[in-house]
Each structure stands twice: as structure tokens, then as C-alpha cells.
């Protein structure tokens, strides 16, 4: 594999969604489909409380501006009965993702090592250069990809609603207002991707660096007689620290990108928090909107920008999901060619 050319190609996007369709269709699947059932429910729930929320902070703080006691008195209880419901339905929302992401992750991880095993899959993997760490994307990648994925879609699906749910609210309130939202999400999201791009690279490095550390490490202690009975202590320093200064190097590369990263994403996100005030704060001083649409716009354009700019506040994770998928799909490719040499050698035998 070469480090350079680490891409998502459509092969490997028709094996993640074949495992996504195998999921719903193994015996689990009825669980699954009651919990994904759920999940959009629940998501739809969310989105349609913070559309409220949105309104009733609004008045809440007209009523505020206009001296109004009983209004002020009405919108707090409505405030406090729709964080209530949001607390409920967040938590339930959170407890459904987190028992999918566990089902399927026992479902696909006994699938693998029931393959691996039957079909002697470990007599050829992890053999000279083909594939390294077999046993690492059999644990930690797929527990990676399988959190990671569900984590991924939902948020792009609550985005998508989110998207439909605020832009009607940010458009009544200043077409301006939501014609900057796009455009700078747009602009945000490009420049996002051209810095985060080396993190997949590096991503899936240091994934190999760190499980060789630990082969190493498992091997030293295997040998630990041998090692002390033929003095090879220094030999085998020096091999953990070569791995050590190979593993070390790639996460100061690592954090040098994610430093220039957080240089944007911070700055990007704290103008957030400014455009809507100076965009709708003249409207309010010129008395075109009352008071209370200046919060409403803070809310309803942080929350669209939340939306459009998924890539920009994931950008970490989706560098890391990326060299996950492309892991596990090396394992794929690598099991199929040693199911085919395996066979091949038996027919050999037999002849």
C-alpha cells in the first residue's frame, strides 16, 4: 500500500454499504431497523423542538424589552417544558445511536473472525508486505468504523433536516442573513478540506506505527529469555526505539496539521457568533424587527451554519474514518486473495 495514494474509492463505498445492508438483513436486523426507526424519529423530534425553542426565545425576550411581566412569566415556563423535552429526547437519541453502533459492531466483528477462522484466512495474512496488523482491523478498526459510520449519518441526516427546519426561519428573517450562511459555510468547507487533507494519510500511519509498537512489544516479552540469556538487550532497545521515533514523528506531522486546522476552525467559528448581530442589529436599530429576532438569528444562523459546515467541525474525524474504510478494505481484498491461494493449494495437494 502506498502511503500517497490513500482514497475512498467507489469499490471501497460498495463494501461499506454492502456491510449496512447485510447488517439489516442478518438475523439482527429486525433490532436494528426498530432502533434506526427510532433514531429518525427521535432526530426529527430534536429538530422540530429547536425550531420552537428558537420562537419562544424570541418572544421571550421581546416581552423582556417590552416591560411585559406575564410574557416573561409565559415564555420561561415554555422555555423550561421544551428543554425538558429536548433533555428526554437527546438522551434517548444518544442511548439508541450507542446501542445500533454496539450491535453492529458485534454482529460484523463475529462475522470477520468467523470467516478468518474457517476459512485459515491467519495462515497467509500478515505475511511479508501484503498486510500489516491484521488482528488491529479486526479490533479497533472496525470498532472505529462502525461507531464512526452510524456517528456520520446521523449527523448528515440531522443536518439535512436541520438545513430544511432553520433556512424558512433565516430566510423570514433576512434573505442577507441566510444567502451569507451558505456562502460562508461554502468558502469554510473548501478551505477546510484543502488543510485537513494530509491527515488521512497520516491518519492511517500512524495506525500502523502504533500497532507495530505493540507487536514489538508483545514479541519482547515473548522472548524475554532469549533476549537476556544472549544479551540482546541493546538490540532490542533499539528496535522499539527506531518504532518509537517512527511513531512519534508522524503525530508531531499530525498535530502540525491540526494546529493550522484549529487556526481556522476557531476563527471561523467565533465570526459565527458576530456576522447575524451585525447583519440584523441595524434592522432592530432602525426599528424594522424587534428586539427579541436579534437572538432568534444568533440561534437560527449558528445552528444552519452548524449544518452546512459538517465537514469543517469533522474534518478530524472524517480524516480518520477515511483511513479506517480504507484499511478494512485492504483486509477484504487481502482475505480474498489468500480464500483463493488456500484453495489453489489444497487443489494442489489433492492433485
Not at 497467509?124 to 472505529?144: A, K, V
Not at 456520520?152 to 433536516?161: K, Q
Request: proline share 2%; aromatic share 12%; net charge neutral.
Amino acid at each position: 500500500m502506498k502511503w500517497h495514494n490513500i482514497n475512498i474509492s467507489r469499490q471501497q463505498l460498495r463494501l461499506l454499504s454492502e456491510a449496512v445492508g447485510d447488517l439489516l438483513k442478518s438475523p439482527v436486523g429486525f433490532k436494528a431497523r426498530l432502533l434506526v426507526a427510532g433514531l429518525l424519529l427521535l432526530m426529527l423530534g430534536l429538530n422540530g423542538l429547536n425550531v420552537i425553542n428558537s420562537y419562544v426565545g424570541r418572544y421571550f425576550m421581546s416581552a423582556i424589552e417590552h416591560r411585559d411581566y406575564d410574557g416573561f412569566v409565559r415564555f420561561a415556563w415554555l422555555f423550561v417544558i421544551v428543554f425538558a423535552a429536548s433533555t428526554v429526547a437527546g438522551a434517548l437519541f444518544r442511548y439508541s445511536e450507542e446501542r445500533l453502533g454496539m450491535l453492529w459492531r458485534e454482529w460484523l466483528t463475529r462475522r470477520i473472525i468467523g470467516v478468518y477462522i474457517e476459512h485459515h484466512l491467519y495462515l497467509c495474512m500478515g505475511r511479508g508486505d501484503t498486510l500489516s496488523n491484521p488482528d488491529q482491523r479486526i479490533t479497533e478498526d472496525i470498532r472505529q468504523l462502525t461507531t464512526a459510520t452510524l456517528s456520520f449519518v446521523l449527523m448528515m441526516l440531522n443536518g439535512t433536516i436541520t438545513v430544511f427546519s432553520f433556512s424558512g426561519v433565516l430566510w423570514s428573517i433576512s434573505p442577507k442573513l441566510f444567502m451569507v450562511a451558505v456562502v460562508y459555510a461554502l468558502a469554510g468547507s473548501i478551505l477546510a478540506i484543502w488543510l485537513g487533507k494530509p491527515l488521512v494519510r497520516l491518519n492511517y500511519q500512524q495506525s500502523d506505527f502504533e500497532a507495530n509498537f505493540r507487536a514489538e512489544l508483545i514479541h519482547t516479552r515473548e522472548d524475554a529469555e532469549k533476549i537476556a540469556a544472549g544479551g540482546k538487550e541493546a538490540e532490542t532497545r533499539s528496535r522499539l526505539s527506531g518504532h518509537l521515533d517512527k511513531l512519534f514523528g508522524n503525530l508531531r506531522r499530525i498535530i502540525t496539521v491540526n494546529r493550522y486546522l484549529n487556526y481556522f476552525t476557531g476563527g471561523y467559528n467565533y465570526l459565527i457568533q458576530l456576522i447575524p448581530v451585525v447583519i440584523v442589529a441595524p434592522l432592530f436599530i432602525g426599528g424594522q424587527v424587534e428586539f427579541g429576532i436579534i437572538g432568534q438569528s444568533a440561534m437560527a444562523f449558528s445552528t444552519l451554519l452548524g449544518a452546512f459546515s459538517l465537514i469543517i467541525t469533522q474534518i478530524q474525524a472524517i480524516s480518520s474514518y477515511a483511513s479506517v474504510v480504507v484499511r478494512l478494505s485492504e483486509f477484504s481484498d487481502q482475505a480474498e486473495q489468500c480464500e483463493q491461494k488456500l484453495h489453489q493449494a489444497e487443489i494442489g495437494e489433492g492433485l
